[in-house]
């Protein structure tokens, strides 16, 4: 079974301010981790995700996260962040549901406002 | 490239009431999830289908039933709805397998009073 657990369920923080959103992660198999952002009234779109190789995944708008199978962690980050950014924030883990089938179990979501 | 489209975008239903949600995968995707996102809330699995077959599914009751047809395009059938049933429905198409990632639609809120 799978389980992701995202520390803070809101973070404001100032434009260009650097940022990190905590999420934690259990899981009994082999993990791939994903970031999903969510903007208001709209589905959700993948920021970046992790399957195997280099710890360290970046998307192509500045956030990178890091996967630290010792401390089970998958925190995201941004050294500087816009307006833009504002939106909620999802981390998920992909496990077998079975029948050859895998399934995204997601933690609760932070929302991420940027302050003027 | 098209990508996932579902309609309706917002429906507003009663109690004991049932409803069709549907989804068209992007191209060449071949299976499809849903999830459920109750406010404030991570979404949920509800099941997945490849190839016309439910293979997978979460913690969800009986009367949430879904179809997969040879387009791979799907539907979400709820029956006897209840208050809690509202929820942002989201369904997400994927090619298949480990680790592939999936790509989701823009939702169907559905409201049940």
């Known amino acids: 079974a799978q389980s992701v657990t995202q520390l803070d369920s809101q973070v404001p923080v100032f434009e260009e301010a650097p940022v990190e959103l905590r999420c934690n992660y259990s899981?009994?198999?082999?993990?791939?981790l994903f970031w999903y952002v969510q903007y208001p009234n709209q589905g959700l779109q993948l920021l970046l995700k992790?399957?195997?190789?280099?710890?360290l995944v970046e998307s192509i708008n500045g956030f990178e996260a890091e996967f630290n199978k010792s401390q089970t962690s998958f925190h995201l980050r941004k050294p500087s962040v816009h307006i833009s950014d504002t939106a909620e924030y999802f981390c998920?883990?992909?496990?077998?549901?079975?029948?050859?089938?895998?399934?995204?179990?997601f933690g609760k979501g932070t929302k991420l406002s940027v302050i003027p | 490239e098209t990508g996932v489209t579902q309609s309706p975008t917002h429906l507003i239903k009663t109690r004991g009431q049932q409803v069709t949600l549907r989804c068209s995968s992007q191209s060449g995707h071949n299976t499809v999830s849903w999830y459920q996102q109750a406010l404030g809330q991570g979404p949920q699995f509800i099941f997945q289908y490849y190839r016309e077959e439910e293979n997978g599914r979460g913690n969800f009751p009986p009367r949430f039933s879904g179809l997969q047809f040879p387009n791979y395009s799907s539907e979400l059938d709820v029956n006897a709805l209840e208050l809690d049933d509202s929820a942002l429905y989201l369904c997400a198409s994927s090619p298949g397998g480990v680790g592939e990632t999936q790509y989701f639609g823009p939702g169907t809120r559905l409201l049940v009073l």
């Open positions: 998920a883990v992909m496990g077998p549901s079975g029948a050859g089938s895998y399934q995204l179990t």
């Open positions: 992790y399957l195997s190789g280099s710890t």
């Open positions: 899981s009994s198999v082999s993990v791939y």
